[in-house]
């Protein structure tokens, strides 16, 4: 699995890092979260899964 975040969509409410901190990050400076890795790990997915189903604005795309 991979995730993506739209920058354009991002409220930056931190939502994403709350629930999966080991796959999202919170930019300080720009104040949007940042996707740290390439491929999801098998025991994140579900909370990757959580995340992009609980972001408002619909930032979060994942491919399978």
Known sequence: ????????????????????PEVFEYDED???SRVLVD??????E?????????CAPGAISIEE
């Open 1 to 20: 699995m991979k995730v993506k975040i739209d920058y354009d969509l991002c409220m930056g409410d931190r939502n994403c890092n709350k629930v999966c």
């Open 30 to 32: 720009k104040l949007i």
């Open 39 to 44: 491929e999801v790990p098998k025991h994140l």
């Open 46 to 54: 579900p909370l990757v899964r959580k995340a992009a189903k609980e």
